[in-house]
């Protein structure tokens, strides 16, 4: 399991650092554009033309879907390495030997990234089926 742990710290590590400088920037960004457009902005001008989402109608998020279906995903995983583990090594539980440790963590580790993406792959589709429904 340990050949999972190293990757993930340093993601999160990379993921936290790269999301905190892009708010910065972000916030940068927009200030420079308020700034050059506040002098020429006329609000007569924008009237009817400026829509705003939160004005018009509800926009629905599936980022909880998303992380639900992947955990789902991600747990099936570890539920049917464990089973394929003790059913096909013998003495599982008890067995310390490293090529059976190594076939264990290999038979994780794929399972764990197909139910993973089997996760994903249904919040898409799940997605997909209620935009289509919504026009």
Same mark, same amino acid.
């Given at each position: 399991?340990?050949?999972?742990?190293?990757?993930?710290?340093?993601?999160?590590?990379?993921?936290?650092?790269y999301?905190?400088?892009?708010?910065?920037?972000?916030?940068?960004?927009? =200030?420079?554009?308020?700034?050059?457009?506040?002098?020429?902005?006329?609000?007569?001008? =924008?009237?009817?033309k400026?829509?705003?989402?939160?004005?018009? $109608?509800?926009?629905?998020?599936?980022?909880?879907?998303?992380?639900?279906?992947?955990?789902? $995903?991600?747990?099936?995983?570890?539920?049917?390495?464990? =089973?394929?583990?003790?059913?096909?090594?013998?003495?599982?539980?008890?067995?310390?030997?490293?090529?059976?440790?190594?076939?264990?963590?290999?038979?994780? $580790?794929?399972?764990?990234?197909?139910? $993973?993406?089997?996760?994903?792959?249904?919040?898409?589709?799940?997605?997909?089926k209620?935009?289509?429904?919504?026009?």
């Open positions: 399991m340990n050949f999972i742990v190293t990757p993930l710290v340093t993601f999160i590590v990379f993921a936290s650092i999301s905190l400088f892009e708010l910065f920037v972000r916030r940068r960004e927009r =200030m420079a554009i308020i700034e050059k457009l506040g002098d020429k902005l006329d609000p007569a001008s =924008m009237e009817g400026l829509n705003l989402n939160l004005i018009s $109608g509800r926009r629905f998020s599936f980022g909880a879907l998303k992380v639900g279906c992947l955990m789902i $995903g991600i747990g099936l995983g570890f539920l049917i390495g464990f =089973m394929i583990c003790s059913a096909c090594i013998p003495n599982y539980c008890e067995n310390t030997h490293y090529c059976s440790r190594e076939i264990a963590g290999i038979i994780y $580790g794929a399972c764990l990234f197909v139910f $993973g993406g089997i996760g994903l792959l249904a919040a898409f589709l799940t997605e997909l209620y935009a289509n429904k919504a026009k």
